[in-house]
């Protein structure tokens, strides 16, 4: 079993910056690729970015790419999600979650190739 836990949410400007944490527990963290997503009030949940196991490859939506910058320490078991240049629109509740498949050299969007799920942390941008 494998569990997930982000920190790093909060209140922040516009502008401002904030960097998500998730730590990792169980399963060999750094066999699997991590992915972020997101989703608002009233909305469905909406891949933001991922990286594959080894860190080689990473993947953004449009909209948060030259702001978002994903990173993973697999001796710390844990992945980033650094947030720079917010906007109101990037409110939101933040999930951090682990590929399905072990070795996978590439980022899916589809949140159905991912299997274990964070509780979530809330991030909203005040403008």
């Known amino acids: 079993q494998v569990q997930l836990v982000e920190s790093g949410g909060g209140l922040v400007q516009a502008g401002g910056s904030l960097r998500l944490s998730c730590a990792a527990s169980?399963?060999?963290?750094?066999?699997?690729?991590m992915g972020w997503f997101r989703q608002a009030p009233g909305k469905e949940r909406e891949f933001v970015t991922g990286?594959?196991?080894?860190?080689?490859?990473?993947s953004y939506r449009d909209g948060v790419k030259g702001r978002f910058t994903i990173s993973r320490d697999n001796g710390k078991n844990t992945v980033y999600l650094q947030m720079n240049s917010l906007k109101s629109e990037d409110t939101a509740a933040y999930y951090c979650?682990?590929?399905?498949?072990?070795?996978?050299?590439?980022?899916?969007?589809?949140?159905?190739?991912?299997?274990?799920w964070g509780q979530g942390t809330q991030v909203t941008v005040s403008s």
């Open positions: 990286i594959t196991w080894d860190g080689g490859t990473t």
């Open positions: 169980g399963q060999l963290f750094s066999n699997f690729g």
């Open positions: 979650t682990q590929y399905r498949n072990a070795y996978s050299n590439y980022v899916p969007r589809d949140q159905f190739e991912y299997h274990y």
